[in-house]
């Protein structure tokens, strides 16, 4: 496995809401309803990308940011309610929001930070289009989001040598493939020519030495750890338990009245579904995922299911399976076909697109000649991070991307 530069693909929906939810709130005040906090957003913003990107920039060489909109969800499946449990919240000001973010996203496409949206598809669809575009180019790249549904992107292109990696900043995790670890400490090339050490340092192997070395180093000082998954794996147990952040639900649900009377709704959890893959994997051999278009696979796992849980009829799971393969599986056979050629459209226009890293690196660098910057009344100074002490995003805050949906 060869190890190149990244693109760093941005989960722009997770990082503004995990951003906003943050900002000090003021008893009987709209947040964002004033200059002050929609000025404490913009630079909360601005520091948190300038701090991850300068610590990112020795094996990064391209940024891009996706942004939601629409989704082709809610028209293709009315039925289903997608998200429909989300509300917004009326104690934050969502106009001042969208004109903070809108902003924002203005001064990073100005210095070489590719801004991407597109009509129908929501950001999940877009850093898809993205990381299959890049490993299919032989390119790697690495998804900075909280959202583990875009786990199921982390893989290892065979034939291109390509791969994806999803990271956590917050939690200062990440996600990779099995064998990256071994990359990283294998595959160093200890023993360089004379000309490559001298005059040739844009060498193959000099340049695999020194990602690994930057990589390793931007591991340790940020107690990033690395943790390998399956995704094939992870994407079957995810779409038998549903999403309930996205009211997407189990593909069996259940109810069983207790001894006090009380009614208990069940569902499948993460430990059925393995036992369930398990199953399958002892009759089939092992799951890949292009065996969830194949149908008499489908037909094995229905009737697994059916075996294994229970609680419904084979026709209901098969009707719920399906339906949830098509809301959470990121594919090529479940995405509209007029939404990816529109995604790829626009990648091929933004391939060579690089940012100012010089500038992207320093978030006074990039408010720089802006109303954001300036010292107003009691404003707090240039340079000063009014937000190092707080924590990240409170467990249980639900990132509402239907709100930006709406706004957007």
Not at 121 to 129: K, L, M, N, P, T
Not at 255 to 261: C, F, Q
Request: with cysteine; glycine share 4%.
């Amino acid at each position: 496995m060869k190890l190149a530069k990244h693109t760093l693909l941005i989960d722009g929906n997770y990082f503004l809401h995990s951003r906003l939810f943050v900002l000090p709130r003021k008893k009987g005040t709209q947040l964002l309803g004033d200059h002050k906090s929609q000025s404490q957003l913009m630079r909360k913003l601005s520091i948190d990308f300038a701090s991850e990107l300068r610590k990112m920039a020795p094996f990064i060489d391209q940024v891009v940011v996706a942004v939601d909109a629409k989704s082709w969800r809610k028209d293709l499946f009315p039925d289903a309610q997608y998200k429909g449990t989300r509300t917004q919240d009326d104690s934050i000001n969502w106009k001042g929001v969208f004109d903070v973010y809108t902003q924002w996203q203005e001064l990073l496409e100005k210095q070489g930070v590719v801004i991407h949206r597109i009509n129908g598809a929501e950001a999940d669809d877009v850093i898809f289009g993205w990381s299959t575009q890049l490993n299919n180019e032989g390119k790697n790249c690495i998804v900075w989001t909280g959202d583990r549904d875009l786990i199921q992107l982390v893989n290892y292109n065979t034939a291109m040598d390509s791969y994806t990696l999803w990271y956590y900043n917050s939690k200062r995790k990440l996600i990779t493939f099995d064998g990256f670890t071994d990359l990283l400490n294998n595959d160093r090339q200890e023993t360089l020519t004379n000309e490559e050490l001298l005059f040739d340092m844009s060498s193959t192997n000099a340049m695999g030495n020194k990602l690994v070395d930057d990589i390793k180093s931007w591991s340790d000082k940020n107690n990033v750890q690395f943790e390998s998954v399956n995704c094939d794996e992870f994407i079957f147990s995810k779409i038998l338990q549903g999403d309930k952040s996205d009211n997407i639900k189990s593909v069996v649900n259940w109810t069983k009245t207790a001894k006090s009377g009380r009614i208990m709704n069940y569902s499948i959890s993460e430990k059925i579904s393995f036992k369930v893959l398990d199953q399958f994997t002892a009759e089939n051999g092992e799951f890949r995922i292009d065996m969830f278009f194949n149908q008499d696979y489908l037909d094995k796992i229905v009737d697994i299911i059916h075996k294994v849980v229970g609680k419904s009829t084979v026709e209901d799971i098969r009707t719920r399976f399906n339906q949830n393969l098509d809301l959470m599986l990121l594919h090529y056979n479940t995405i509209p076909e007029a939404i990816q050629n529109e995604i790829y459209k626009s990648i091929e226009s933004d391939l060579d697109v690089k940012p100012d890293f010089k500038v992207l690196s320093k978030m006074e660098s990039i408010l720089e000649g802006t109303e954001w910057i300036e010292k107003k009344g009691d404003s707090a100074p240039s340079g000063y991070d009014p937000f190092a002490g707080l924590s990240p995003t409170p467990k249980n805050t639900k990132l509402d991307s239907e709100t930006t949906s709406k706004l957007f």
